[in-house]
């Protein structure tokens, strides 16, 4: 298993927030909560990625009305366990949930959460 995986946390209760790190620390995924000052960064440079610069911007407006998961650095199989273990653990589910690729990985964590919360409204 490579040990770059991270999951990004946006605005996750306290209690899911630990229940997700102790299924991450047994997968050996590495946690990120990110602080709403930082939602204008880039999603590279939010988990760690060479190359992507802290941009000097601060996110001042609201925090996020739903909680977002972005895993990064997960083959599917790993994000397979997790979002398997999540389920067995009896977590309340989180809506928005998204796979750091080569498209969204220049798009400041506003950016998706926006897109995805339209692409969620849009399925439900």
């Known amino acids: 298993m490579a ?4 999951i990004l946390l946006f605005h996750v209760e306290p209690t899911t927030c630990r229940q997700i790190e102790s299924i991450c620390r047994f997968l050996r ?15 590279g440079y939010l988990a760690g990625i060479s190359g992507f610069n802290r941009q000097n911007k601060t996110y001042t407006g ?20 997790f979002l398997d273990a ?13 796979i750091l690729t080569q498209h969204n990985i220049f798009w400041t964590a506003t950016a998706l959460y926006r897109e995805l919360f339209r692409e969620h409204t849009s399925m439900h």
Do not use: C, W
Request: no cysteine; proline share 10%; aromatic share 8%.
């Open 86 to 98: 999540y389920k067995k653990a009896s977590i309340p589910p989180i809506g928005l949930k998204a």
């Open 29 to 43: 995924i590495q946690t990120v909560k990110v602080k709403p000052t930082s939602y204008e960064q880039t999603l």
């Open 62 to 81: 609201p925090e996020f009305p739903s909680e977002m998961l972005v895993f990064a650095g997960m083959d599917s199989e790993l994000v397979d366990a």
């Open 3 to 6: 040990n770059n995986s991270k």
